[in-house]
Nanobody, 123 residues
């Protein structure tokens, strides 16, 4: 599966932004999907994931209550709705696909990655 993330940009503190990740291939619905982010000089950080069924979601504590992950299998797309954004959310955001269907906070569980999209939150 090939992934392409888009929707990044420059926003102000408190603003909202929605990222999208479009996937190619007919088996998108069998993959769990995850969002990760990486700030300059830092390790890649888990943000959120959603199971292949869409029933289960999991969030990093730093974004819980502010970010929402969702998926639309008809469009082969996973979304990350980001609300009440903070300067510390500034990062390059990556989407990833986990063939197991369960999802994980560990990057190694994901076999497919999209290119990143930059999100900058100004104070």
């Amino acid at each position: 599966v090939q992934l392409q993330a888009f929707g990044g940009g420059l926003v102000q503190t408190g603003d909202s932004l929605r990222l999208s990740c479009a996937a190619s291939g007919r088996t998108f619905s069998s993959y769990a999907m995850g969002w990760f982010r990486q700030a300059p000089g830092k390790d890649r950080e888990f943000v959120a994931c959603i199971s292949s069924s869409g029933t289960n979601t999991y969030y990093a504590d730093s974004v819980k209550g502010r970010f929402t992950i969702s998926r639309d299998d008809a469009k082969n797309t996973v979304y990350l709705q980001m609300n009440s954004m903070k300067p510390e959310d500034t990062s390059v955001y990556y989407c990833a696909a986990d063939q197991s269907g369960y999802g994980s906070s560990w990057p190694v569980a994901y076999g497919y990655w999209g290119q990143g999209t930059l999100v900058t939150v100004s104070s």
